[in-house]
């Protein structure tokens, strides 16, 4: 089975209410996907949104790193070197690790076609049924706690509730939702690196002083301030996770010298794809650590992939955030991974699943 041709289109789902964080407010998902064609006839999918003010990828970013610098290298190479294939796409250019994704999800697919068995077991095995949070975006504190309640209406268990944008009004928002759904759901706060390290020692200090469990805090201070992630780290009793602070393997072997968080979130779209993804694990594993794995806005193509490696990874990837699909007002794909609610399902089709995307508008180029 040999890659022949890349195609590129575009795909667009409204949210069912609008995402809001500290850094930005979205209505609709809109990502590139890729479709990589095979001599044997077989079709991979990946999937990449563009995140400029995480990971820097923009759409059209996207196209030309793959389009330019990955997919000449690619073609014509065998789904079976799998190995070999994911060290071109590292090394086809820096950076860029929302394209590379794209282009690894789509290689994995293929590779777990061409034994005709899902991704998951391909890459170790596990029970193929996990549960995922969801999403609080940053609202009025009445809307919030509504919003929490609905979701724990809806089953979910363990609510991501987004702050970050004013540590008073942060400190009774949270205060707030947790008495409206306490002993009914877990809180995990992500400040999306609203605070600085004091004010973070602040707000979480205060929330323990006043009877608030937290399951942990995500990512409160500049990614770049691994000093900081160490002094809130050291003075809370709250797990610290690192989201944004932690693309790749070697950033995640820094921060455990440092001993600078609790708990490490992985994203293939800040991974790169699917092979540094699992190395993070392994990193991890050896010391100790936790994993969450996470997701930008992205739909059940790419998060499909992301919930494969959480299931063969289950061992120390212990938290799952992929809520993507969730928040779309419907799931434009057929197969694959099924989202319901909370429950996540992976099928036991060869490689994704992933039989038809809906709606997908090609790219010309």
Same mark, same amino acid.
């Given at each position: 089975?040999?890659?022949?041709?890349?195609? #590129?289109?575009?795909? =667009?789902?409204?949210?069912?209410?609008?995402?809001?964080?500290?850094?930005?407010?979205?209505?609709?998902?809109?990502?590139?996907?890729?479709?990589?064609?095979?001599?044997?006839?077989?079709? /991979?999918?990946? +999937?990449?949104?563009?995140?400029?003010?995480?990971?820097? %990828?923009?759409?059209?970013?996207?196209? +030309?790193?793959?389009?330019?610098?990955?997919?000449?290298?690619?073609?014509?190479?065998? @789904?079976?070197?799998?190995?070999?294939?994911?060290?071109?796409?590292?090394?086809?250019?820096?950076?860029?690790?929302?394209?590379?994704?794209?282009?690894?999800?789509?290689? &994995?697919?293929?590779? !777990?076609?061409?034994?005709?068995?899902?991704?998951?077991?391909?890459?170790? /095995?596990?029970?193929?049924?996990?549960?995922?949070? @969801?999403? @609080?975006?940053?609202?009025?504190?009445?809307?919030?706690?509504?919003?929490?309640?609905?979701?724990?209406?809806? !089953?979910?268990?363990?609510?991501?509730?987004?702050?970050?944008?004013?540590?008073?009004?942060?400190?009774?928002?949270?205060?707030?939702? &947790?008495?409206?759904?306490?002993?009914?759901?877990?809180?995990?706060?992500?400040?999306?690196?609203?605070?600085?390290?004091?004010?973070?020692?602040?707000?979480?200090?205060?929330?323990?002083?006043? /009877?608030?469990?937290?399951?942990?805090?995500?990512?409160?201070?500049?990614?770049?301030?691994? %000093?900081?992630?160490?002094?809130?780290?050291?003075?809370?009793?709250?797990?610290?996770?690192?989201?944004?602070?932690? #693309?790749?393997?070697?950033?995640?072997?820094?921060?455990? =010298?440092?001993?600078?968080?609790?708990?490490?979130?992985?994203?293939?779209?800040?991974?790169?794809?699917?092979?540094?993804?699992? =190395?993070?694990?392994?990193?991890?594993?050896?010391?100790?650590?936790?994993?969450?794995?996470?997701?930008?806005?992205?739909?059940?193509?790419?998060?499909?992939?992301?919930?494969?490696?959480?299931?063969?990874?289950?061992?120390?990837?212990?938290?799952?955030?992929?809520?993507?699909?969730?928040?779309?007002? #419907?799931?434009?794909?057929?197969? /694959?991974?099924?989202?319901?609610?909370?429950?996540?399902?992976?099928?036991?089709?060869?490689?994704?699943?992933? =039989?038809?995307?809906?709606?997908?508008?090609?790219?010309?180029?």
């Amino acid at each position: 089975m040999k890659i022949t041709d890349i195609k #590129f289109g575009m795909l =667009r789902v409204p949210l069912k209410t609008p995402f809001k964080t500290a850094l930005r407010t979205v209505n609709q998902v809109e990502d590139i996907v890729i479709t990589m064609h095979t001599d044997s006839g077989h079709v /991979g999918y990946g +999937e990449a949104p563009a995140t400029a003010v995480i990971t820097g %990828d923009t759409h059209g970013s996207i196209i +030309e790193a793959i389009h330019k610098f990955i997919a000449p290298r690619v073609i014509g190479q065998e @789904i079976a070197n799998l190995n070999h294939i994911t060290q071109l796409i590292q090394g086809a250019l820096e950076k860029n690790s929302s394209a590379k994704a794209a282009v690894e999800i789509a290689v &994995y697919d293929l590779f !777990g076609q061409l034994y005709d068995a899902p991704l998951y077991k391909m890459l170790g /095995g596990g029970d193929p049924v996990i549960t995922t949070d @969801i999403t @609080i975006s940053v609202d009025y504190i009445d809307k919030m706690v509504a919003d929490s309640i609905a979701a724990v209406d809806r !089953g979910f268990e363990s609510l991501k509730i987004k702050v970050g944008k004013d540590i008073g009004v942060d400190i009774e928002r949270v205060k707030a939702i &947790y008495a409206a759904v306490e002993g009914r759901a877990l809180l995990r706060l992500d400040a999306n690196q609203g605070w600085t390290a004091k004010q973070a020692v602040y707000a979480i200090q205060t929330l323990e002083d006043s /009877g608030v469990r937290l399951e942990l805090v995500e990512q409160p201070v500049k990614a770049q301030d691994l %000093d900081g992630m160490r002094y809130v780290t050291e003075r809370v009793h709250t797990p610290i996770m690192a989201d944004e602070s932690v #693309f790749g393997p070697t950033e995640v072997i820094e921060l455990i =010298r440092m001993r600078a968080a609790d708990i490490i979130n992985i994203k293939l779209m800040k991974t790169g794809g699917i092979s540094n993804a699992i =190395r993070i694990a392994d990193i991890a594993a050896m010391h100790g650590i936790e994993c969450m794995i996470g997701c930008m806005l992205e739909t059940s193509i790419s998060v499909a992939a992301a919930a494969h490696v959480a299931v063969a990874k289950s061992n120390v990837i212990t938290k799952v955030d992929l809520d993507g699909p969730s928040l779309c007002a #419907f799931d434009p794909v057929d197969g /694959g991974v099924t989202f319901n609610e909370s429950e996540i399902t992976v099928s036991n089709a060869p490689g994704l699943g992933i =039989r038809e995307i809906r709606g997908l508008e090609p790219i010309d180029l």
